[in-house]
């Protein structure tokens, strides 16, 4: 066991780089509709590869917007529930179609491939670009089916900050709140990509770090790209404990 990875416990997977958003807090900055995803079966096998050395807890699945390919997404948390991991999310906007028949479905799948918690980005930020209403449908769909939908705002400065996107996020959180909707912490903007480009008079107050940013000799979470780029190597050319044999920082 490299012991870089003595302290793993999860894995995550950006599933694709696309997004039906166009927020003005996103970090990566723009994103184009569509785009390179991940191939659901080579990501299921890194999975269990993992899962066969290393004891790992948690496996979440983002983006950009992963629904939009969703076949992908329920193919690792297959995966995910076949080694016994414990936690698996999925981070969504919400808004991966505006058919309701498409919706249902996709919540059926999520639900059968063992997603266990939805984290629902809505915010004052997600909503300047996305309609509420597939978002709204889409949630109700996913607690029809018994997985717990968690709203996850993000928050400008501070959670308690005074400012008018907070103010917004507030009141849309309440709704979902009065509707027996669970609301987590969510994260705070950090300054990077569009949120440097469009909030900076706000980023001087802000002294959130990049959550997604590990220590380079403490790996706690393996992540993956789109395109299957990991830890300086590629799961579509090396196996992945081959790859994080030979890690290094």
């Known amino acids: 066991m490299n012991r870089f990875f003595k ?4 894995i995550e997977f950006i599933v694709t780089m696309g997004c039906t958003g166009r927020c003005r807090h996103c970090s ?5 509709f569509g785009g390179e995803h991940i191939d659901g079966a080579v990501a299921a096998a890194a ?5 066969s050395a290393y004891g790992i807890s948690s496996l979440m699945t983002f983006g950009g917007e992963p629904l939009l390919y969703p076949e992908t997404v329920c193919a690792i948390h297959r995966a995910a529930v076949k080694c016994g991991i414990k936690y698996r999310d999925v981070i969504t ?6 058919d309701n028949k498409k919706i249902e479905e996709v919540a059926e799948m999520l639900a059968e491939s063992g997603v266990n918690r939805v984290l629902l980005s809505v915010d004052a930020f997600h909503q300047e670009t996305i309609s509420l209403g597939p978002v709204e449908y889409f949630a109700n769909a996913m607690k029809k089916k018994g997985v717990l939908t968690e709203i996850s705002p993000a928050w400008l400065v501070s959670r308690t900050h ?5 103010a917004v996020t507030k009141e849309l959180v309440e709704k979902f709140a009065g509707r027996g ?10 300054p990077s990509g569009n949120a440097l480009k469009y909030l900076s008079e706000y980023m001087n107050e802000t002294t959130a770090e990049n959550p997604y940013e590990d220590d380079p000799e403490n790996i706690r979470s393996v992540g993956f ?3 299957g780029s990991v830890l300086g190597g590629n799961i579509y050319k090396t196996p992945i404990l081959e790859i994080m044999e030979n890690y290094s920082p």
């Open 162 to 166: 005074d400012n008018p996107y907070n």
């Open 47 to 51: 999975v269990e590869q993992i899962c």
């Open 181 to 190: 909707f669970e609301v987590g912490d969510g994260n705070i903007i950090f």
């Open 225 to 227: 790209s789109p395109d």
């Open 28 to 32: 990566e900055g723009s994103h184009e």
């Open 7 to 10: 302290e793993l416990d999860r």
């Open 93 to 98: 906007n919400g808004y991966f179609s505006k």
